[in-house]
């Protein structure tokens, strides 16, 4: 049997910043209602209690006012380099998948020049030029998104070695005034990926992605804060929260269903679905549908790990992270071994959604 070419994870690294907010830090905080945009009528306590029972959300990690994405991507690449002894100058590219840039704490300017990439790039003191770096913006599925490029470049044969990695600094970002503040997190996760030559498929399998930009693109988007008080020219996540959770029920269990059926698989021969953390319920939800597409009953315990209790969502960082807690035993009921197959799955602005199968080597 002939050998092949996959693409395959051999290094992983991430980065949770040190601050730390818990829900009770929100009990001061002015939320406007997004209806009306006038000061809730319910207290503080209410809100929050509500807000635990939907996203099970008990805190989050911040970044500190000096650092930027692309700081908390540097750490997580180190990460990924030290711990694995890989010599940074093997690397044929960097690909970072972010939202937001580089975003100053005070002015909350989004700096997307020099990209994010080309500044993990410096931080990591990488000289060598021929080390190609750059950005992928796709929403909460960047991360994701860089991995399906990066396995392009390996299987056409372009580039051997690479780092991928997904960083987000939401917390600038979310509108102190929107409830949904609560859900924004920091951090930044990362995967050194090769080419590997196989007789048996391993690493990626396959991918399946879509991008619904007609009748969904205003879901989430960049809008003015809901305080009509408060400087109307800054920009702000908006997220209409239910129509997303509608969208992403309809949809993403049906693009990962795509990607098994690409890679020639079921769903009762996955170990671990790794999904975008954004909402326990939501998250819940979405592999209860995956599994009913199979005719699987059950928990998802098992198969679907989680992190959005003490992490939030981390946009881009969320996958990666999880994937590399899991890899160094640091998430309690959770392994992967060699064989193992595993979806990497995530949804977010666009709208966009895709799903990576994945084969541990």
Not at 46 to 54: A, H, M, Q, T
Not at 82 to 101: A, K, Q, R
Not at 126 to 154: E, H, M, R, T, Y
Not at 347 to 358: F, H, K, L
């Amino acid at each position: 049997m002939s050998k092949k070419l996959y693409t395959t994870i051999i290094a992983t690294g991430s980065y949770i910043p040190e601050i730390l907010i818990k829900n009770e830090d929100f009990l001061d905080h002015k939320f406007f209602d997004p209806k009306n945009r006038e000061l809730f009528d319910k207290s503080n306590e209410e809100i929050i209690e509500k807000f635990l029972e939907i996203t099970n959300i008990e805190e989050r990690r911040w970044a500190k006012p000096e650092q930027m994405t692309s700081d908390l991507g540097a750490l997580a690449a180190k990460d990924a380099l030290e711990s694995s002894g890989i010599d940074p100058d093997s690397l044929d590219f960097i690909i970072v998948g972010h939202n937001f840039g580089d975003m100053e704490y005070d002015t909350q300017r989004s700096m997307l020049i020099p990209n994010v990439a080309a500044r993990v790039k410096e931080l990591l003191n990488i000289i060598k030029p021929s080390i190609v770096a750059f950005d992928v913006l796709a929403g909460c599925p960047g991360w994701v998104q860089a991995l399906i490029i990066a396995n392009s470049f390996i299987k056409s044969g372009t580039y051997k070695r690479g780092l991928v990695i997904g960083a987000d600094m939401n917390s600038r970002v979310g509108d102190p005034f929107d409830r949904d503040l609560m859900l924004f997190a920091d951090g930044a996760g990362a995967a050194i990926v090769e080419a590997t030559e196989s007789e048996t498929p391993v690493g990626v399998l396959s991918h399946a992605e879509r991008t619904d930009a007609v009748e969904w693109s205003e879901l989430l988007v960049q809008g003015p804060s809901l305080n009509p008080e408060h400087d109307q020219t800054k920009r702000y996540i908006n997220m209409q929260g239910h129509k997303v959770y509608v969208y992403a029920l309809q949809n993403v269990p049906n693009v990962a269903m795509d990607a098994l059926k690409k890679a020639g698989l079921e769903l009762h021969e996955i170990k671990k679905v790794l999904i975008h953390q954004a909402n326990q319920k939501m998250d819940e939800a979405i592999c209860q549908r995956l599994m009913k597409l199979y005719k699987i009953k059950g928990s998802t315990n098992n198969i679907m790990p989680m992190t959005i209790n003490k992490l939030g969502n981390t946009s881009a960082a969320t996958i990666p992270t999880m994937y590399d807690l899991i890899k160094k035993g640091k998430l309690d009921g959770h392994k992967i071994e060699s064989g193992d197959n595993i979806i990497f799955t995530s949804v977010g602005a666009g709208m966009n959604i895709n799903a990576v199968i994945y084969r541990e080597p």
